[in-house]
C-alpha cells in the first residue's frame, strides 16, 4: 500500500512517456523515506473516451493521479506527497500546455485499514 493510479486522456498520448512519468511519481513516493517501495503499486490507464466541460474545445485533456493510502499516514505526508506528484506533473505537461489546455490534478483518497483486505 498505497496504489497510485494515472489517468490521462488519449489525446495526449504523443506527448510523454507514461512509463517514464509513472517511474518518477513513484520517485516522489520514495523521497518522502516514509513509504516501503516495494509496496508502491502504480498502474497507468489512457482514457479513449473522455469529455472536458461541454466538449466545446474537444483538443482539451487532463491528467489526473489517484493515490489510496492508509488513514494512518499524517496528513502533513499527504499534503507532501500530493505537492510533489503534482509537481512531476507539471514537469512533464506544462512546457507544452497551459492549465486550461490540460488540466493536472492529484488526488488523496483514504483507504481505511479495517476495510481494506490483501493476501
Known amino acids: 500500500m498505497p496504489n497510485l493510479t494515472l ?11 507514461p512509463t517514464e512519468l509513472l ?6 513516493f520514495a523521497a518522502t523515506g516514509q513509504f516501503a517501495m516495494n509496496d508502491v503499486k502504480g498502474r497507468v490507464i489512457r482514457l479513449d473516451q473522455f469529455q472536458v466541460g461541454l466538449n466545446e474545445a474537444p483538443d482539451k485533456s ?13 496528513e502533513a505526508l499527504k499534503k507532501e506527497l500530493g505537492q510533489a506528484l503534482l509537481e512531476e506533473l507539471k514537469k512533464t505537461f506544462r512546457d507544452k500546455f497551459d492549465a486550461e489546455a490540460c488540466q493536472l490534478r492529484v488526488e488523496i483518497v483514504p483507504i481505511d485499514p479495517a476495510f481494506y483486505f490483501a493476501g
Open 7 to 17: 489517468q490521462y486522456t488519449a489525446n495526449l498520448t504523443n506527448q510523454f512517456v
Open 23 to 28: 517511474g518518477r511519481l513513484h520517485g516522489a
Open 62 to 74: 487532463f491528467v489526473h493521479v489517484i493515490v489510496a493510502t492508509m488513514t494512518t499516514r499524517s
